[in-house]
T-cell receptor, first 115, second 114 residues
Framework: EAGVAQSPRYKIIEKRQSVAFWCNPISGHATLYWYQQILGQGPKLLIQFQNNGVVDDSQLPKDRFSAERLKGVDSTLKIQPAKLEDSAVYLC?????????????FGQGTRLTVV | AQSVAQPEDQVNVAEGNPLTVKCTYSVSGNPYLFWYVQYPNRGLQFLLKYITGDNLVKGSYGFEAEFNKSQTSFHLKKPSALVSDSALYFCAVRLYSSASKIIFGSGTRLSIRP
């Protein structure tokens, strides 16, 4: 089966600009996650969707970050305006619903550099 | 609150020797536990998981992990290291629910010398 698709792979923007990332999860996966991975750190969950509803967005900086998952399939994550500290890899992951379906499958990520 | 600790930033092992990458966790209920590996400029790749049952779980590439409830640990092991095992390894935990969030540790860089 096809994996989690993310685009773009790399993005360089100036601070205060806006940027958007796109994710297409594995077909049929109900749960979609966006993680932020700063260099040298573990991934930090930004937002988790179950179908098109938000399950957890407690660590999403809502003054500048937004995410949506229309129709419960693909998702976009937006940053507006970007700050230097937003430089990181943004990872999208998905997992199927149901008992026993516990692990998440990750895309290759989008590396964002804010200058 | 859930948390995961990986006490070693880096582990260095000679090829052919056994390796252990340590992980301890803290959750208020029954955990699902995972190990992921990350190669340069790649996403995270799933290695293995513990849900319930046998405390020793086997995964991809000859890796295994031992769940120890009393010590709240889930150490990753391999009997004989390969140079190609050199990568960044992450331990992760989620509560006993497929809807709960997955929390990752800070990662351990494994370096295998020839």
């Amino acid at each position: 089966e096809a994996g989690v698709a993310q685009s773009p792979r790399y993005k360089i923007i100036e601070k205060r600009q806006s940027v958007a990332f796109w994710c297409n999860p594995i077909s049929g996966h109900a749960t979609l996650y966006w993680y932020q991975q700063i260099l040298g750190q573990g991934p930090k969950l930004l937002i988790q969707f179950q179908n098109n509803g938000v399950v957890d967005d407690s660590q999403l900086p809502k003054d500048r970050f937004s995410a949506e998952r229309l129709k419960g399939v693909d998702s976009t994550l937006k940053i507006q305006p970007a700050k230097l500290e937003d430089s990181a890899v943004y990872l999208c992951a998905s997992s199927p619903a149901g008992a026993g379906n516990t692990e998440a499958f990750f895309g290759q990520g989008t590396r964002l550099t804010v200058v | 609150a859930q948390s995961v600790a990986q006490p070693e930033d880096q582990v260095n092992v000679a090829e052919g020797n056994p390796l252990t990458v340590k992980c301890t966790y803290s959750v208020s209920g029954n955990p699902y536990l995972f190990w992921y590996v990350q190669y340069p400029n790649r996403g995270l790749q799933f290695l293995l998981k513990y849900i319930t049952g046998d405390n020793l779980v086997k995964g991809s590439y000859g890796f295994e992990a031992e769940f120890n409830k009393s010590q709240t640990s889930f150490h990753l092991k391999k009997p004989s290291a390969l140079v190609s095992d050199s990568a960044l390894y992450f331990c992760a935990v989620r509560l006993y629910s497929s809807a709960s969030k997955i929390i990752f540790g800070s990662g351990t860089r494994l370096s295998i010398r020839p």
